[in-house]
């Protein structure tokens, strides 16, 4: 289990799988409840497992400790800028799963 956090969005994804191939979270389901101060959505496979959580409101709904151990978007394309030497290197994109792809929300 992994968090990342867009600091700029607001948004915390919590990966509870190693990583979510393309197509592969096919039904999002959005926690509705009046307590909630922001949004939850859970990512669910084909057979309706949880892959994933995205969390919009991340810093009024996670405890700041939660956050301080999640892996900053931000910090992630500063390190791929700096580390952008000319080399193709990991062409994947997701690099082990490291990094959000651009934040998209689910149900807008």
């Known amino acids: 289990m992994r968090i990342d956090h867009d600091r700029e969005n607001n948004v915390a994804?919590?990966?509870?799988?190693?990583?979510?191939?393309?197509g592969e979270a096919v039904t999002?389901?959005?926690?509705?409840?009046?307590e909630l101060r922001g949004e939850?959505?859970?990512d669910l496979d084909r057979e309706g497992r949880l892959?994933?959580?995205e969390v919009?409101?991340?810093?009024?709904?996670?405890?700041?400790e939660?956050?301080?151990q999640a892996g900053d978007e931000a910090d992630d394309e500063a390190d791929d800028d700096a580390d952008d030497d000319g080399d193709e290197g990991?062409?994947?994109?997701q690099g082990g799963g490291v990094g959000l792809p651009p934040y998209e929300p689910h149900l807008r």
Do not use: K, M, N
């Not at 994804?13 to 393309?22: N, P, Q, R, S, T």
């Open 13 to 22: 994804y919590i990966y509870l799988v190693d990583e979510i191939g393309e």
């Open 28 to 34: 999002q389901i959005e926690v509705e409840d009046d």
């Open 40 to 42: 939850i959505v859970l």
């Open 51 to 53: 892959l994933g959580i």
């Open 56 to 64: 919009l409101g991340a810093s009024r709904i996670l405890r700041p």
């Open 66 to 68: 939660v956050l301080a």
């Open 90 to 93: 990991d062409e994947g994109g």
